[in-house]
């Protein structure tokens, strides 16, 4: 495991003048290094501020070790949660004073309570889980083979992934990659897929090339721009287009992977 991605969204963590609506942070930690969550102040300073009166101060924090990460809720009182956003319902309950608890998913939100009857939150990306060689393979645990691209076929990421791939693997034809409405167009009515808004699958989208697919900021950087300088929309385009060039030449995705996304409306329309 490389590490993890924490991203506290856009709105949800505190302003200069400590009212809620600061920017959107995003922190990358390494085996061995944490990361401390709540309301913070000048002397109980923290990476992830979360300015809602009913967060403590120092609420708690996240510890990543060489295999997985932990979650310690510093709070007297209240009980966290941990969801898998993909994972049907899944999720586990840090109660008060709990250090080091394991989190076992690849994909987490972490929740807090607030007194405005909402929830405030932050969500943590776990890449790179091992997967033991086939069975039969044999060697030891210090000689086993890791997948070079591990990636969960029943994660949301990999719909995403195979939505921006579609048009390459029915036509067979250089096409343009799917902007991201068209993604979250075609994902529609998808039970799962089906609920993601644009701001979602373009988090997907950098989770993949970031993460995933550890595609390097040169690859997926564009060759012109306006002025030379490639904009925020070129580099988003480079990195939508770096990610299919990868996925389809290394068979990420593949024919069969199409079964995963719903039927195409003009599927429907020449059965009628």
Not at 106 to 112: G, I, M
Not at 136 to 148: E, I, L, Y
């Amino acid at each position: 495991m490389s590490g993890i991605v924490v991203h506290l969204p856009q709105g949800s963590g505190g302003g200069a003048d400590g009212e809620p609506g600061g920017e959107a942070v995003t922190l990358r930690l390494g085996p061995g290094e944490v990361a401390r969550f709540g309301r913070g102040s000048s002397r109980t300073p923290v990476e992830l501020r979360l300015a809602d009166e009913a967060v403590s101060r120092l609420a708690g924090e996240i510890r990543v070790t060489d295999d997985h990460w932990q979650l310690t809720n510093h709070s007297t009182t209240q009980t966290y949660l941990v969801e898998n956003p993909e994972g049907a319902g899944e999720y586990l309950r840090v109660s008060p004073r709990r250090a080091g608890a394991p989190i076992p998913f690849e994909f987490s939100r972490v929740v807090l309570p607030t007194r405005r009857g909402t929830t405030v939150s932050f969500q943590v990306f776990a890449p790179d889980h091992v997967y033991l060689d086939p069975p039969g393979a044999g060697g030891s645990w210090a000689s086993r083979t890791v997948t070079a691209y591990s990636l969960d076929e029943t994660a949301t990421y990999f719909l995403v992934l195979v939505a921006l791939c579609e048009p390459w693997l029915r036509d067979q034809s250089p096409v343009a990659v799917p902007t991201t409405p068209q993604v979250v167009e075609r994902l529609r009515g998808h039970g799962t897929g089906g609920r993601l808004t644009a701001r979602a699958v373009s988090s997907h989208i950098d989770y993949l090339a970031d993460e995933k697919l550890r595609i390097g900021v040169a690859a997926a950087a564009p060759e012109t721009g306006a002025g030379g300088v490639p904009g925020p929309g070129d580099r988003r385009n480079g990195k939508r287009d770096a990610v299919v060039a990868l996925a389809l030449k290394f068979a990420v995705v593949r024919e069969e992977h199409l079964a995963l996304l719903p039927p195409r409306a003009e599927a429907g329309a020449r059965g009628r």
